[in-house]
């Protein structure tokens, strides 16, 4: 079993949709939880990230964290064109960054 | 202040011959991780390094795979006597000294082919 379980998509949906993006895993060490964007032909940069449970919002995004069902998800509101990109969650037991374990990537693409 | 920098973009080597991959973190920033990207697969972690200092390399393949990080000049990752298998994209990330290691900047990447 993986560590980390993400769904690749490909996930398509109409400008100013709300986008739901979710990982699983089965480390229930994990307490850092991080969301990546990737464009096509670029390095990963970080978006959220959360420590332990609960919720985190920057503006149109919102990162969940449910440390009991190991679930964590990254929702988008009024979704742009721009947004299109893959989508990469990663996890860590702690925060000194060199045991995360990435998910797969969600490709996402948000049609004008 | 740049970003972090990988060069070569794209690089094609023969099977058996050695890839050199180079990455400049960023200024100020005295961390650098390698991490592989095959398709289909999610980054994996492959080795964390300081100045003159590997500190996990727990994901480097034990042959033909090493890093270095010198006082002076980019952090170099050695594939020798590459094999098909090792065709995948290669990403540096670097983080600052006095901050959570989670934020970690991503270079653009290495996508080494391997003929």
């Known amino acids: 079993q993986k560590e980390v379980e993400q769904d690749p998509g490909p996930l398509s949906v109409p400008e100013g949709a709300i986008v739901s993006l979710n990982c699983t895993y089965s480390?229930?060490?994990?307490?850092?939880f991080m969301w990546y964007r990737q464009y096509s032909r670029k390095g990963p940069e970080l978006l959220m990230y959360?420590?332990?449970?609960g919720n985190k919002e920057d503006g149109r995004f919102t990162a969940q964290v449910d440390k009991s069902s190991k679930y964590i998800s990254l929702f988008i509101r009024d979704s742009q064109p721009s947004d299109s990109a893959t989508y990469l969650c990663?996890?860590?037991?702690?925060?000194?960054?060199?045991?995360?374990?990435f998910g797969t990537g969600t490709s996402l693409t948000v049609i004008p | 202040n740049a970003g972090v920098m990988q060069n070569p973009r794209h690089l094609v080597r023969r099977r058996g011959q050695e890839a050199r991959l180079r990455c400049s973190p960023m200024?100020?920033?005295?961390?650098v991780y390698w991490y592989r990207q095959l398709p289909e697969e999610g980054l994996k972690f492959m080795v964390y390094?300081?100045?003159?200092?590997?500190?996990?390399e727990s994901g480097m393949p034990k042959e033909r795979f090493s890093a270095e990080f010198p006082k002076e000049g980019p952090s170099i990752l050695r594939i020798q006597q590459v094999v098909r298998g090792d065709s995948a994209a290669y990403f540096c990330?670097?983080?600052?000294?006095?901050?959570?290691?989670?934020?970690?900047?991503f270079g653009p990447g290495t996508r080494l082919t391997v003929t």
């Open positions: 990330a670097s983080s600052p000294p006095d901050r959570f290691r989670y934020e970690q900047y």
């Open positions: 480390n229930s060490a994990f307490q850092y």
């Open positions: 959360t420590y332990s449970s």
């Open positions: 990663a996890m860590s037991v702690s925060n000194t960054g060199n045991q995360f374990y």
């Open positions: 200024k100020g920033h005295s961390h």
């Open positions: 390094l300081q100045k003159e200092n590997i500190i996990d």
